[in-house]
């Protein structure tokens, strides 16, 4: 029995800048959940950041203003167990891809400190381009009886791969590669097939 898989690769991301902890003196010790690395492939996309600390009120600017003068609520984030900030649906970035802006983050914390002189830096960028497949297979590559084979797929950027005997769209396709986390994008994707 032949199987072909058609197999889709979905770009997360470039290059890497900066990690998952925030640029600058991290007073309040802020960790970008979403978009992974400050990068996303949609021009409307949710931003989500924890802190180490208790925090009352989160809001950014697009520049280093004030916390007072950050008025617009939209620009206030949804705050949750004062650890987890998170800003619905932000749409500043539509139309504009493969530039960096970067946000500022001003937060007030139970004793009413705002960090006015060390913002909470996001950079963000919108990368709507597809990664290359590099290498793609199965290993072994003919399987007769019990199928035991292992699908690999390499690409030049960090990505999320999908497989499907039938379905050529990505969020069609049934099967992912193994990844740890719905956002764990990888160079190199893998899975294992048994019966």
């Known amino acids: 029995m032949k199987h072909l898989f058609l197999i ?11 990690g998952q902890l925030l640029e600058g003196k991290n007073e309040f010790g802020a960790t970008l959940i979403t ?7 949609e021009d409307v996309f949710d931003i989500e950041f924890t ?11 697009n520049n280093n203003v004030d916390f ?3 008025q617009n609520p939209n620009n206030f984030f949804e705050t949750t167990d004062k650890h987890t900030h998170k800003l619905n649906d932000y749409d500043d970035m539509q139309g504009i891809y493969n530039q960096e802006k970067e946000i500022f983050v001003k ?11 060390y913002p909470i830096r996001i950079p963000l960028i919108i ?4 990664p290359i497949i590099e ?18 797929i390499d690409t ?34 893998f899975r294992e097939l048994t019966t």
């Open 8 to 18: 889709v690769a979905l770009a997360l991301f470039s290059t890497i800048v900066n």
């Open 107 to 117: 937060c007030v914390n139970e004793s009413d400190y705002v960090n006015e002189y």
């Open 68 to 70: 007072d003068s950050i």
């Open 156 to 189: 030049d950027d960090f990505s999320r791969c999908r497989f499907d005997e039938k379905e050529n769209r990505f969020d069609l396709m049934k099967n992912d590669f193994e990844y740890l986390s719905p956002d764990d994008y990888k160079k190199k994707n």
């Open 127 to 130: 990368d709507n381009t597809p």
């Open 51 to 61: 802190t180490e600390e208790a925090l009352v009120l989160c809001k950014y600017s």
């Open 35 to 41: 978009p992974y690395f400050g990068f996303s492939s």
């Open 135 to 152: 290498d793609f297979g199965a290993d072994p590559e003919k399987v007769i009886e019990n199928l035991e084979v292992k699908l690999f």
